[in-house]
Each structure stands twice: as structure tokens, then as C-alpha cells.
Nanobody
Framework: VQLQASGGGLVQAGGSLRLSCAASGGRFSLYTAAWFRQVAGKERDFVAVTSWAGGITSYADSVRGRFTISRDTTKNTVDLQMNSLKPEDTAIYYC????????????????????WGQGTLVTVSS
């Protein structure tokens, strides 16, 4: 499956952004979908993950309560609503998909995902 991320931009601290990831070329509804983020010179970090049907979600501690991941299986999209943004949320955000399943509470490893979007830059100014 091919992924295309969009929606990044510049926002002030406390503001909101919504990222969207569109999938094509496969039965996206069968895939676990996630968002990761990466700052230059650092490893790619887990942000949020949703099960294939969207009923099970999990978040990194740093974003829980502020970010919401959701998917629309009819439109083959997975979105990340980001509220109360902080300067430390500044990063390139990547959507990813895998046929693997993860137990609730397990932090997915980026190496488990075979499909990646191109990344979209989110910059939060203080």
C-alpha cells in the first residue's frame, strides 16, 4: 500500500493542526496504521497507532490527551488531530502501515512497518 501524508505547517504553541494520510494500492482496511515523528539527528518516535478497524488506539505518553488518531475505512485515510501543540512537537510526521497486529499497550517499533508516507513537517513556534 502507498501512503501520502499532508496537513503539516507552522502553528503557534497552543494551536491545532490536523494531519491526513491517504492510502492507495491495497486493502488499507486490513492494515494497522500509525503516526511517527522524527527530529533531525534523532530516531523516529512512535506517536499513535490505530487497529485495522479503528476500534483500538494507543498513544505515546507525550501526546496522550492532546492528539487523536482516527481512520475512515471508506475513504482509506487515517488522520491525526493535534491540539494544544507545544514547541517540542516540532518534527517531521510520518504515517505508516503494516499487516501486523499489536496488543494494547505495546509501543510499535518503526521496523515493523513496511509502508511509509513521505513525511510532513510540523513546526510549533513558542
Amino acid at each position: 500500500v502507498q501512503l501520502q501524508a499532508s496537513g503539516g505547517g507552522l502553528v503557534q504553541a497552543g494551536g491545532s493542526l490536523r494531519l491526513s494520510c491517504a492510502a492507495s494500492g491495497g486493502r488499507f482496511s486490513l492494515y494497522t496504521a500509525a503516526w511517527f515523528r522524527q527530529v533531525a539527528g534523532k530516531e523516529r518516535d512512535f506517536v499513535a497507532v490505530t487497529s485495522w478497524a479503528g476500534g483500538i488506539t494507543s498513544y505515546a505518553d507525550s501526546v496522550r490527551g492532546r492528539f487523536t488518531i482516527s481512520r475512515d475505512t471508506t475513504k482509506n485515510t487515517v488522520d491525526l488531530q493535534m491540539n494544544s501543540l507545544k514547541p517540542e512537537d516540532t518534527a517531521i510526521y510520518y504515517c505508516a502501515a503494516t499487516r501486523r497486529r499489536f496488543a494494547t499497550g505495546v509501543v510499535p517499533d518503526p521496523d515493523a512497518f513496511g509502508s511509509w508516507g513521505q513525511g510532513t513537517l510540523v513546526t510549533v513556534s513558542s
